[in-house]
């Protein structure tokens, strides 16, 4: 049975996995430098030939940062703060995951869910910023063209998706930690 | 001109769509180019930057929609792949292309030169043929009706477009509206929107608005979504 963050009770267990995962230096590293690879993955992917014009030289390097949420323009205020939230979250899942994987045994079902979440949180930005085009093309391959032009927040609501999906790995994630202990903190009091 | 009806544009527009399928890999948008040259021929020279002169970007430049000096004259050109009906291109009008009049246009160092493709939504291909329909006829009510999409997008869909076109031009500008929309229904213009097709898709344009810019006649790089000025002027040098 799949199990869901439905109660308080595993909102709370999720933060305090975070919170104890993350207070260790190494793993609160790891999060942040997974949540800026995630944020500029996200941003650069969406304009590899100016990237690559770039790193050839014939652009200023500074001219990177105006295609970052709050910086440049290419994203509304909305879309640029799912952007990051996505982006902390896949730092948070990848520091848990990190953890799992070196202090206890992962669980296939927390893993899996962690891969789903960068996925599709790779997907969605794309997707936010004018998506609805390419995002229109790839559904034609269905038979669903113009489909994503339906949508009324014009592709955001696969970076929604993502930030759903970031969730349930980290629900997962702290589920599957549950009974251990965290640098000698024991993850769930209640049990 | 053609007698096709607008699915033959639809038809193109998919197959442009298409073309931008497989840069998903790399996220949803910019992936075309995969030589990065955004010129298409990469016939420039040893940096692999195409000249300004050189197809499809280039393609019929003189004869497009164009603010400020001879491409050729000048030092940093901006060819702007947009549609009417895509938000983005509506936040990239309203936020950087008035810098890039009153900053780089008006003071003679750039010019600003627009290319239409039909990419999000439909109304935006029958706009697209009122358009050249109205740069035939006279340029200054071709970049008011430009604006007006624009302002206006939302209230635009397939069923009204060409309806409110003509409502505009024939009250805002010396266009006869009714004549333009008349030739937007018969596609009398459709050679030029071909034009523009041909060269997003050669360009592998995949999204929009994609900005191409180049310095001194040289491709410098291509950017799509709705960049700021300062990324335009940092590229450009200027």
Known sequence: MISLPTRVADWRLMGRTARLVLGGPVYALVAAVAAAVALTGFVLSQNLPFTGDVLAGRVPAAALLQLFPFVGISYGPLTGSVLILVSLLVGVDIALVAYHVREHRLSAEGGGGSIVGVLLGTLGAGCAACGSAILAGVLSLVGAAGLVTLLPLDGLEFALLALVALVLSIHWLADGMRGGEIRGCPVDLQK | ?238
């Open chain 2, 1 to 238: 001109m053609t007698d096709d009806s607008f699915l033959t544009g639809r038809t193109t527009r998919r197959t442009v769509l298409a073309g931008g399928v497989s840069a998903l890999g790399a996220g949803c948008l910019g992936g075309g180019g995969s030589d990065g040259s955004g010129g298409g021929s990469g016939s420039g020279g040893d940096d692999g930057a195409p000249p300004l002169a050189d197809p499809p970007v280039g393609t019929n430049l003189a004869t497009q929609p164009r603010l400020g000096p001879d491409p050729a004259e000048v030092r940093g050109v901006v060819v702007a792949f947009e549609d009417p009906s895509c938000p983005r291109c509506a936040t990239f009008e309203e936020e950087t292309v008035p810098k890039i009049r009153s900053e780089l246009v008006d003071p003679g160092d750039a010019a600003l030169v627009v290319r239409t493709v039909p990419l999000v939504y439909p109304w935006g291909e029958p706009a697209i043929q009122a358009l050249e329909a109205t740069y035939a006829r006279d340029a200054d009510a071709f970049w008011a009706l430009f604006a007006h999409y624009f302002d206006e997008q939302d209230a635009f869909d397939t069923g009204n477009v060409l309806e409110r076109t003509e409502t505009f031009l024939t009250a805002e500008t010396t266009v006869d509206g009714a004549a333009v929309v008349a030739d937007a229904e018969s596609k009398a213009y459709d050679d030029a929107v071909q034009t523009d097709l041909a060269a997003a898709e050669a360009a592998d344009v995949s999204g929009t608005p994609t900005v191409f810019l180049f310095r001194d006649g040289e491709y410098r790089t291509r950017v799509t979504g709705s960049v700021s000025f300062e990324l335009v002027r940092q590229s450009l040098g200027l």
